[in-house]
Structure formats: C-alpha cells, structure tokens
C-alpha cells in the first residue's frame, strides 16, 4: 500500500508524514466539500443538470409524450429511461447535487456566520505605520494640535455633530490607538451575504416540506356537477408521503356555468387561441358553511384555508342518450372527451355496461366545428361551438377484461368487436345534437342531445409555500445587501508639523470598490474643513491612484486577500 | 380590440429607430476609429466613415506611437452625434412600444416580438442612463449593434400580429415579471458586450504596441483599460443577478397562481434557474481567490449563451406551459 493512504493505523515507516485518521480524513473531506471551488463546480453541475429536463419531456409533466417518445426511439429511449432522463428533478445523480449543494451552502454558512459574529464584536485592527502604501491614500494640513484634529477626525466618522448630515461612506466602528484612529462599516455586507445563504436552506425546507406534506388532486368535472374534497372524489391523486389523507379540508365545489371565449376576429395564426375562460361557481367550505358563489379564473384561484382550487383545463362533455331495443334507458349522462389539438378535437368513450346480452362501447370524437379532412377524417376546424358533431364507432363485447382498470377516454377493444353496417364496413355513427340513430340488429338507439362543459380543476395543498416565499424574499433582500453594501476600513494617522498638523488617511476595502477614494476624499474634505482651516495640500487620493494604476491594482489585491482568506 | 393602424405606426418606430441606430453605428465606429494615432490610421477605411458624419480626422501632426497617451484630448464629434441619435433612436423605441401596447390595450409583453421591441428599448435606455454618468462613448457601437440585430429579428423572423393574450397572461404579473425579466436581460446584454471587450482588451493589452497591427492598435487605444472594463462589467452584472432573482420569484408566484405550483420544472423555468445559477457562479468565481477576473468573465459569457437560449430556443422549440411565442 502507498504512503500516502490515509488511514487509521500507525505507519512506524514513515514518522514524517502527519498521519490523518479518520477524524482527519472526515475533516479533510469536509474541507473539500464546503470549499468555494467545490461549491462553485456543483453550482456548475446543478446548471447542466437541469437543461436535459428541459429538453427531453418529463413523466411528471407529461407522462403521455414521455411514452411517444419511447415509442418512437426504441433503441435510445430505454437507455435514456435507465439514466433517469425522463424524471430527471427526481433522479438519484440530481439529487446527490444538490444534497451535496446543499451540505456545502450549511459547511459554508456555520463557520462563516462565527467568524462574522466575533468580527461584528472586535475592534477594528490598528492603523499601519504607513498609510500611503495603502491603495487608497492623502493627507491635508490643518490648523490645530494633532489631538484637536483627531477629535474632528473621529467625530466625522462617527458622523456625529456638525458631520451627522454628511457622513461620507456610511457609519464606521472605531477604535482609537496613540495618534492614530481605525475605522471600520459594511458589516451588513456580510451579514447580507449570511442572510442570502441561510434563506437559500430557508427555501430548500420549504421545498422539502412541500414534498412531504403537500398533495395535489386533479378533477375533471361537467357543468352543473358538484364534488368535495375527499380522495374518492379525484380522478387523479397525487400525496406527499406523509399527508394524512383522511383529513383533507371538508369543502365543496359546483360548477354551474363555464364561459370561454376564443380569438375570432384574427384571420391569422392567432385565430382560435383562447381569450378567456370563467367559470361561475358554488362553493361551501365546509359541510355546514353558507354556500357561495364564486368567479373560478386561470389566474384567479379558490381558497380554501390552505388549499386552493386552480381552473387548469376545460373541454366538452357530449350529453349522451343510450336506449334499449325496447326503448328503455341504459344510459343518460355528459361524457367528457379530451382535446387533442388546438381546435379541440376531442377524444372519449361511452361505456354501457348495462346493456345485454353484451356490453356496448361508444369510441371516438367529439368536433366542436366539425368538417372532414381529406386525409385524416373529421376534424374540428375551430374550438367554439360553430358545427358541434360526434363521430363515433360502435363495439360491443367485454367492457372490462378481467376487471382491470381503465382509462374512461379510452376503449379496450380485445375482447369486443366492432359492430358493421349493412355492407359489411365498420359501422361510423355521425351525430348532431338532437339527433338519434338506431343500432343495426335492433341493439337500440344512440341520442345526441347536446352539449356541455368541463372544468379541469386542479386542487392543491402546499403548506411550504409561504416559508418558501419567505425565503425567496429573504434571500433577495440578502442579496441586494451583499453586493450593494461595500466593506470598507479607514485609518488616520495624525502628526505635528511646524505648529500645525498634518491628517493623513488611508482606506481598503474588501474586493472592488470604485467609490473608495472618493469617499476617502470626502472623508479629508470634512475633517479639514470642520478643523477650521482651507485645506493648504489635498493630494487627491483619486488622481493618486488613477495615475499608478499598476500599483495600486497590486496594492488592493493584497489588500483583499488579507480580508478574504476565511472563504470566498 | 386590436387597432392596426396604431399597430402599423408602431412598426414605422421601429424601421425609423433601426435607420437612425444605422447611423449611430457608423458614427460610433467612425469614432472609434479616430481613437488610433493619426499616423497610423490615415489610410484606414474607418476614416472615410468618419467623413460621411462629417467628422474629419481629428489629430493633426505627429502623435505618440504608444496608444493612450494621447497628450491632448482629441475632439470626439463623431462620437456626440452618435450620442444623440441613440437617444433619438430610444425616444423612437418607446413610441413604438407604446404604441404597440395603446394598439392591443395590455403591456406590450406578450409574445417574441414584443419582448425584442422593450427588451432593445431598455438597452437603449441603461446605455444613456449610464452614460449621464460615466463616459461609456466607446460602449456606443457595441450597445448599438446588438440592438440594431435584435431589432432586425424582431421586425422579420419574430414579427408577430398584434392580438389579445391567453387567459393565463392576463395578469399583473405580466407586467411585473415580465418588465423586470426583460430588464435584467438588457442588462445583461450590456454587461456581455463588456465582458467580450474585456476579453479583446487583456488579449491585446499583453501584446507588443509597436509591432500590433493598424485595427490592433486602433481597438487598443480606443477601450478603457481592462481593469475597469472589468469593473464595469461587474456592476452591471452586480445590477442585473438581483433583478433576475427577482423575476424568478415573481415568475414563481405567478407560477402558482396560474399554473397551481411554484415550481413546475417547465423548460422556461429550468432555464431561468440555469442563467440564475450560471450567474451566481460567476459572482462567487469573482469573489473566489485563484479565480482570475478572465475566467470568471468565461462564466458570464456562457451565462449570456443561456440567455439566448432561453429566449430564442426554449420559446420556439421547447413544449412548455411558456409556449406563446406566437410562432
């Protein structure tokens, strides 16, 4: 084995090597992972991450074109499947990144939040002997003894007094050494930092709260219909593990009317895209609560303490009369079919399980503006209602094979056969509303009677999303401190001259700051003249160190590098 | 409810604003070109430019061979003109947005073309801002150029008819989400044509300025030195990434009042993460020791490219609950 193994075992061969341990080894792994440079390289990887489930569809957005897709790459498409591109938010190699991102934003904001703490409390350090090898530097004569002209000094950078209402560069801590003064402002600089960090683990929580607590329903239902809130009730249901599915919020909601207008006057690409969609409701939150109506809008939820109603969808749901050769009434209900394309060419199927000696399926479309297209059939020349038709086949046979589950839009025709017509095609029924037509062998009769709407509602419970707001917020606002506040340090040093007294100033900030010699000039502009004095020799730090520019670039880089060492 | 004529003269803004940009282009190229010693670039074709403004030549007599030194200050006409006809061509841009939104009565954000409209406006706009300020006269041809291509596109290959919007844009979200997201990217837009200057600059900062080429030496001497092109760039960038936080955040409570979550892993909000988080690296590369201000400027290149993703490709290709490019 080599050397350099880092284990726990004592390595007599080579005393020289400092031996790590386990505690060590953690230790070291712990650096590695809450360095900047590994941050930096999984915030890199978390980015790159993200773009394949932008590019390839998601089984959870939309399980149907995930499974087109398959369908159409069988060779690629199951080695795509295996790498978890197809739910890749949910994929093991997405979380180790931001689990790891997360392990390295909690290693980077601890120890960080100590140093800032014991900062916030310390004085500022000493002032250097040499003011004028700081990157920003100048000095001016003034009247006075050195004392007097420190005391004006520090009363501006407290910005007390006459200096309250100029304050050059903010509010400074200050610490007071022999003839010399040290300031110090921008903690909320890091603070802000600390605060933009530790609101990002706010909103992860949030997140993670979401997922486990939260749930979402999806209902499709036909105007004039009601339904409440209890798992039964949803077509489909979607829980966090650990809702308590018993204890959902007890509210009802009807809807009586769907209105939803498309674009008509545009003669262009525009023409049909929809313009608004209301539907009016009634609601109860709670079996003993007064009902109201409510206005359900796509930007307009309904609340319901923490659970809220969204109008995601709509469609038509044809009313269908199904009789008996006797004429009885197997069936009278609103079917909703799905729309497939933009002119709400819509797909459904009726079941009649009722009817004897053999189960009748109704499969097909409905058309809103219905014409034939040469190559693919009828087809819907427009979502509103201008020519509303159902064209349907007829199978009958075994609704449900062995009982399995179904989707209601579609038919499972193994073990049923299409009825034929007289000349032995398969039998195509075209329906406009109020019309009927007979079955042929005297199976009974088909009615259209007319149509009606669906609301695609979708009903969510997320208890983590204020939290997450609040972080969202929170971060924001961190943010904004962080690179807007600038952390800075002025020194003066002051000393006789020939019965007056010379100020000198020196500053450094931590990582760029322009306005820093400005400020520095600003700060010796005041102290001269709250000294009483014209300032006889102002050496402009700015035109200083525009004209050196090299030197003080080489200045200021070691100047931030002192105060950066801790980490970022 | 759409008026087409105000519509119409909404497109005339902006053919008028792309030919006064042409001209703009020209001047600050012409006086760009002006930046390099006399005697170097007498023969340049740049010059001739400068003519057609009617700026001459503006050094006489031998100069120094070493760019920036220029002892005197040279006489910029070219460089004012161009100036007040990218203000012109802004004032004209905001007409034209105005009266593209009057035309549809909503915020004129709804679709491809009328994201490049605003988004070139406010370009425009931050570009003068700045300029009050600072002189950023050298930014000019590359603030203008930029537009002028984006406006192009915007008139040809995005055009789309003035129309009402879908029922999940009516909102005043819209407005909130979408101004500030088209804000930050003309930042951003600005902060790239920086940082791709800043790249020229140290890459010919490091070369010999005696034996540099004659277009060489005469970008050389017309960029600020690079470590305040690279300051500059940062402060934009130090802008624009809490403006982007804030339009995710915003897209994220519009995203649950319309959509019912959040957070729904839609292309246009993947990629709204990907530049936010490309972004965020960039400010902790600059903020990391050992990171050179040239490879951290390599991130806000790649984070630009996202941008241009996120705008050219996730709206027309990509399937998602953000498709209304209107294409």
Redesign the interface.
């Known amino acids: 084995m080599t050397q350099n193994r880092m284990d726990t075992r004592p390595d007599e061969s080579d005393v020289t090597q400092p031996r790590l341990g386990t505690v060590g080894m953690l230790r070291w792994a712990w650096r590695q992972l809450t360095s ?2 590994t ?2 390289f999984l ?2 990887l ?2 790159i991450g ?2 394949p ?3 390839w ?2 089984r ?3 399980a149907g ?1 995930v499974a087109d897709y398959l369908a159409r790459h069988r060779s690629t498409g199951p080695w795509l499947d295996r790498l978890g591109f197809f739910d ?2 949910s994929s093991p190699w997405f979380a180790a990144i931001y689990l790891l991102l997360f392990v390295s934003l909690v290693g980077c904001v601890v120890p960080r939040s100590k140093i800032h703490w014991r900062a916030m409390r310390a004085q500022p350090p000493p002032a250097p002997q040499h003011l004028e090898r700081l990157p920003e530097h100048g000095q001016v004569e003034v009247d006075g003894t050195p004392e007097e002209a420190l005391a004006v000094a520090r009363e501006v950078l407290r910005g007390r007094g006459l200096a309250s209402r100029l304050r050059p560069g903010g509010r400074y801590r200050l610490r007071s050494e022999g003839l010399s003064l040290s300031a110090e402002s921008g903690y909320l600089r890091e603070s802000g930092n600390l605060l933009f960090h530790t609101a990002l683990i706010v909103v992860i929580i949030a ?1 993670a709260v979401g997922h486990l607590f939260g749930w ?1 329903g999806d209902r499709i239902l036909v105007t004039g219909k009601s339904f409440a809130n209890t798992i039964s009730a949803y077509d489909t249901f979607d829980p966090g593990p650990w809702v308590d599915t018993e204890g959902l919020s007890p509210f009802t909601v009807a809807v009586d009317r769907l209105d939803v207008t498309f ?1 008509e ?2 003669t ?3 023409r049909g ?5 209301t539907a009016y409701t009634r609601t109860q939150a709670s079996p003993d609560a007064p009902r109201v109506s409510q206005i359900l ?5 309904l609340k319901f303490g923490g659970t ?1 109603v ?1 109008l ?1 969808g709509n469609g038509y749901a044809p009313v269908i009369t199904v009789r008996d050769g006797a004429g009885r009434v197997l069936m009278h209900e609103a079917t909703p079919f799905l729309p497939q394309d933009a002119n709400y060419k819509s797909v459904g199927a009726i079941k009649v399980t009722s009817a004897s000696p053999k189960q009748l399926g109704l499969f097909g479309f409905f058309l809103p503006s219905e014409y034939i297209d040469e190559a693919s059939g009828p087809s819907s020349f427009f979502p509103g209602l201008k020519n509303p038709a159902l064209a349907l086949g007829v199978y009958e046979g075994e609704l449900y094979p062995q009982g399995r589950p179904q989707s209601v839009y579609t038919l499972s025709t193994e073990k049923m056969a299409q009825l034929k017509n007289s000349k032995g095609d398969p039998l195509r029924l075209l329906l406009r509303p109020g019309q009927s037509t007979q079955l042929p062998g005297g199976r009974g009769s088909v009615t259209f009677d007319g149509v009606q709407r669906w609301a695609g509602l ?1 009903i ?1 419970y ?1 208890p983590g ?1 204020a939290l ?2 609040g972080g ?2 929170a ?2 606002a961190g ?2 401190a962080s ?2 506040i600038r952390r800075r340090r002025v020194f003066i040093r002051v000393r006789p001259l020939q019965g007056r007294t010379v100020v000198s100033i020196g500053g450094l900030a931590k ?2 700051d ?1 306005g820093l010699g400005s400020i520095l000039e600003d700060l010796l502009t005041t102290i001269a003249q709250l000294s009483d004095t014209k300032p006889s020799r102002t050496e402009s730090s700015r035109t200083e160190s525009s004209r050196t ?1 090299s030197s003080r ?1 080489e200045s200021s880089r070691n100047g ?2 002192e105060t ?2 801790s980490r ?1 | ?2 008026n087409e004529t105000l519509a119409l003269y909404a497109n005339l803004a902006v053919y008028s604003a792309m030919a006064v940009f042409t001209v703009a282009m020209i001047a600050f190229a012409s006086d760009l070109a002006g930046a390099a010693p006399a005697s170097l670039a007498s023969a340049s074709g740049a010059q001739k430019a400068a003519a057609l403004v009617g700026a001459g030549p503006s050094a006489t007599g031998p100069a120094p061979l070493v760019p920036g030194e220029d002892p005197a200050p040279r006489r910029r006409k070219a460089a004012g003109i161009a100036m007040v006809l990218t203000g012109l061509g802004g004032l004209l841009l905001i007409a034209a947005a105005a009266m593209r939104g009057l035309s549809v009565h909503r915020a004129p954000l709804g679709n491809m073309f009328e994201f490049a409209l605003v988004g070139s406006m406010f370009v425009v706009l931050v570009f003068i801002a700045i300029s009050l300020r600072r002189d950023v006269r050298w930014l000019g041809l590359f603030v203008v150029g930029p537009v002028l291509l984006t406006l192009g596109l915007a008139i040809t290959v995005f055009y ?2 003035a ?6 844009l ?2 005043v ?1 819209l407005v909130i989400h979408v101004t500030v997201a088209t804000f930050s990217v003309a930042l951003f837009t600005i902060a790239f044509s920086v940082v791709i200057l800043h790249l020229v600059k140290t890459w010919l900062e490091v070369q010999d300025p005696l034996s540099m080429s004659r277009l060489k030496t005469v970008v050389n001497a017309a960029l600020p ?1 690079s ?1 305040s092109l690279d ?1 500059t760039a ?2 934009i960038h ?2 624009a ?2 403006l982007w ?2 339009t ?2 915003a897209g ?3 995203a ?12 246009k909000e ?2 709204t ?2 530049i936010w ?2 972004y ?2 960039y ?9 050179s201000a040239r490879s951290a400027n390599y991130l806000a290149i790649v984070g630009f490219g ?1 941008i241009l993703v996120n705008y050219m490709v ?1 709206n027309v290709f ?3 609950q953000h498709s209304y490019s ?2």
């Open positions: 900047m440079r941050a930096l915030l890199l978390l980015a993200a773009v489930g932008s590019i569809p998601q959870n957005i939309d074109r890749v938010y997140i979402r674009e006057r545009s262009g690409a525009q895209a929809p313009r608004d969609f809008k796509v930007n307009g939820p809220s969204f995601l979708s969510r997320d999303k997450a707001l969202a917020v971060a924001l943010l904004i690179l807007m990582g760029e322009p520019e670039t931030s590098s950066e060492s970022n | 409810m759409t789309t008819d129309s009402e919007l879908l029922p999940s009516k909102s979200w030195p470590r300051r940062y402060g130090a802008v990434f809490p936080t804030f995710l955040i994220a409570i519009w649950e009042q319309a959509w019912g979550h959040y957070w729904n892993w839609d292309p993947v990629w993460f990907v988080v490309i965020a690296a400010l902790h590369a600059r903020a990391t020791t050992g990171w996202a996730v990509f399937v998602g209107g294409m």
